[in-house]
């Protein structure tokens, strides 16, 4: 993987069971990416050395995953200009609302552009990395819109059994 | 304005008291930008058709803002393929946790990227729209690299009298 | 089909286990009706047209059933004046709370009528639909006030076992 | 008034602030309608019998805000097959979400039609009772259609000062 | 059961199983109890005319058990100037915090007693209910006193295995 | 007051304008009260001697009244088998929802009986505490029977000027 | 164990599931510890005299784990300037929301130190534990550093399958 | 200040007000402390560097105070082995419910002792820091002993005017 252009990062491994869905998606669309763990609580200084030198090492769109206090995607913004999606991971006891509100409810200045929780966020998260890079790539941009006519396409060919 | 590339979209008038923390941002980072009311509610067609055309009029990210079934920024993002932000605005009711929860709370194949609730999130909108420019555009990059040191060495020049 | 006069819309095919209630008791009722899987993220520009032609095609009521960022209730009633009834489907993340508050917080002047989640909001919904009737058709009146009474009589005769 | 059409009910004398919003919309639309101040829990001998007899006085649709533990709409709705809309009055401590809770979440059976928390909620409660009187009158669904055509071109009119 | 005490009342089958927390207890202490279903939605005149007769029928204290827009303990207090005393049912969508706001927030003047969501919620409101007789029955506030005295006791005979 | 049957408790001076609710219906009553400071949190010896000792110091009834973290109810409920009556006080963060919590959610074996938060929430802990003292005292009965239907009457009575 | 340092309470038996993380990690780390079940509603004199004297036997700090409406931690911090850890329990309804709000929203004066719901807030109530004690004692504070390093090492090490 | 025991940190000038509390407090008891704003998000490297070498510069204790998104806490714990203590600062959208949950849901290894939101959590963190210190020392010990039975004899001599 010689030139990756998005990165997935995720605070623990149990949190790849989610973040999984926007790995594939990225697969599915031939993406560059990287996959990594790393967790602003237990790996900090990982995380800090990560983002400064993402934008030097080809990086265009970092995408975060964490559950609970989820600083990870604010740690990351807090490092770079690069734009950083966080997905919130979904959490047994609160469900998910402590990871939405803790990658969400950033402080003016350091944005943090917050997904969907759970898998539709983690999927939605490959789709928006995309977007951006689609926004002055044809190539891309052309794949994303085949992507939702199909999309459109297959919700107007189910038939019900009423 | 012969060449906007991003739009900052609002949901009523009344939205434009906490949308104007992202003009304002624009207009000092001196970026190409466009203004517009429509309601996803209100005035459907005219939602529909501006984002079907948007990536055609050179609009490159369109930031939208909402409050209440905050359906503007998902609609939006289900008509175009560029990359939609939206800004949940503070509801005097329910306090912005409605709009919250319908900007971001996304079907997986449609993303919305979220920002915080109110005037925090319509600055960092403009923000993350920037990043998302400059992402490719070495320009502006320098301009949130320079914003950056800027917001940080405020801080550290804090004297507290305590 | 000839004469459709209830149309019974849902975001997507995962919706039916809970649609499936408002199904059933149109049935039951011997009503009119039509189901379709229609969205107003995946296919916005069905939604709309299906709206606006609603009352020209015979539709009198319409229920509409989504989930999380459920714009879909919504997003119909901005495309036609005839009464739209919102049922807000059950989420595994935050159980319907996302689902609910999208659809029933709707802006003045664009009403949705939002039932509870799940599938008592989904059966509820159609019983609503029939009293939309009903106002003023003697024979659904007849049915509805026969259904009532015996519902009453089932909780009258249940017997504990204490 | 000798033919009321919709009836507008609320539990408290202070209800009305909200309330008026729907007794104002139906005004400018010179519907036939009664408003009355009744309560689920402090008169429940007159909410009883006011909807049992509603039907039989020539009443097609019983409007009922209420807050807290906001039985009204429900309580109505169990002594008739009329549609019931209800409106969850903004309370101080939880602002509206115990009534939002206490009107929307009706048993299967028994459908209570919830409009947003507030003043939002009271016009669209008012809006909604045209919608279904609009279903068979083609006199009232005109003037919904001109109500809904005149929203939009005020949204469109707006002129940004940005 | 010729001189019962402490009425039971429920609003659906299904709450049996919570409410029987609350019919054991009472068993065990030998109270003189009755146990019924009854709805303030779907047999709203059984609610009526029951609350209006219970206390000339002996009846000293009221248990009331509900469920989603639980207005069952409100409507019965509506009735009569007897104690009443509402267990919330968790529900399967928002776990019965739609229940609690319900049950609890009644307006000033006709109060609910609230006790907690579930089970622990009717075993409580069984021996609440023997309290309110306890502060004038010695018999009962003895076995009160004993069955306090023995809770403690199996809390301090507890060993754990660690 | 020589023959105190109702204690009016709270956990701080603060919680006063809330508890006066609760203090002046007594006063209308003419209930035999007495009206104290104590917190569970700040002088924990004097809310276990006052709880230990109130059945023998005549008292019939408890209202105890706190916010945040509000232990009190439940401390003087562990210590006594009176009825303990608990008033979430609202908090100017959590609007009284963490009051409330605190309150009722207790755990099975030792009851506390939450009214609503804040003012209703206490006027009503006085009609409750009444009440309890009024299942078996004919008097206190005939002045609640005839403070409900005044209540009734003024709703009755009312004007509105729409 | 003659020279206990931190004790580790529980407001029942059914917690133990839930506290063992802290017992575990407390015996890896060689600390003094004792562990008792305490009621602050069903054994509070026990509370009291245990808190009370708490210090005189050498315990240094108090970790206190209860669920619902947990008054455990803030009835023992009553009762002591020991510092008090708190651990929300999860329950069955509110997924422990009850149980945080009425550990953490302590009244000014007495401080608890709540940890986050469930499993890992046991887990970090213990390491809490340490660190306080690691404060002044270098060995303590040795471990603590090592353990900490063993974790991030751990985060490293991961080798994702994607 | 030449041997700083306490460190209170916040995340933004505004903040202060909040934590003049904690400070407030600390000169009460002529406590050895410091204060500094420094942001997780706006001054990653300061508060890296200022948690690394906390412990060496002589500090024992740390106070966080952060709002919405607030990553403070958690950061600089994840820099240290020292106890932290967060403060979630009250927000004016969710009252300080996101910056709770994001201050308080720390995962497994790495914790931060919550107060409550706002001012009351300020004071309590001083509290807090001083009787983690008082465990180890006579004379803190005594000051915090003195402090707990003026704030009960405070509570003791109040006289209200009911």
Same mark, same amino acid.
Request: net charge negative; aromatic share 4%; glycine share 12%.
């Given at each position: 993987m010689p030139n990756p252009k998005i990165a997935v990062i995720m605070g623990s491994q149990s949190d790849l069971e989610t973040m999984n869905e926007a790995v594939n998606l990225l697969k599915e *669309? @031939? /993406? #560059?990416?990287?996959? @990594?763990?790393m967790s602003a609580h237990r790996t900090p200084k990982e995380v800090a050395k990560f983002s400064e030198g993402a934008r030097k090492n080809g990086i265009k769109v970092i995408i975060a995953g964490a559950?609970? /206090? /989820?600083?990870?995607?604010?740690?990351?913004?807090?490092?770079?200009?690069?734009?950083?999606?966080?997905?919130? &991971?979904?959490? %047994?006891?609160?469900?998910? !609302? #402590? %990871? !939405? !509100? %803790?990658?969400v409810q950033m402080p003016g200045g350091v944005p943090v552009a %917050?997904?969907?929780?759970?898998? /539709?966020?983690?999927?939605?998260?490959? &789709? *928006?990395?995309?977007?951006?890079?689609?926004?002055? #790539?044809? #190539?891309?941009?052309k794949k994303l819109s085949d992507y939702k006519k199909k999309m459109a396409q297959k919700v107007k060919e189910i038939k019900l059994n009423v």
């Open positions: *669309f @031939r /993406a #560059d990416y990287e996959v @990594r763990v559950g609970g /206090a /989820a600083a990870l995607a604010g740690v990351i913004a807090a490092h770079t200009t690069l734009p950083v999606i966080g997905v919130p &991971i979904e959490t %047994s006891g609160l469900k998910g !609302l #402590d %990871s !939405l !509100l %803790s990658t %917050s997904m969907a929780i759970g898998k /539709a966020g983690a999927k939605n998260a490959a &789709i *928006f990395a995309l977007e951006i890079l689609g926004a002055q #790539d044809k #190539d891309v941009e």
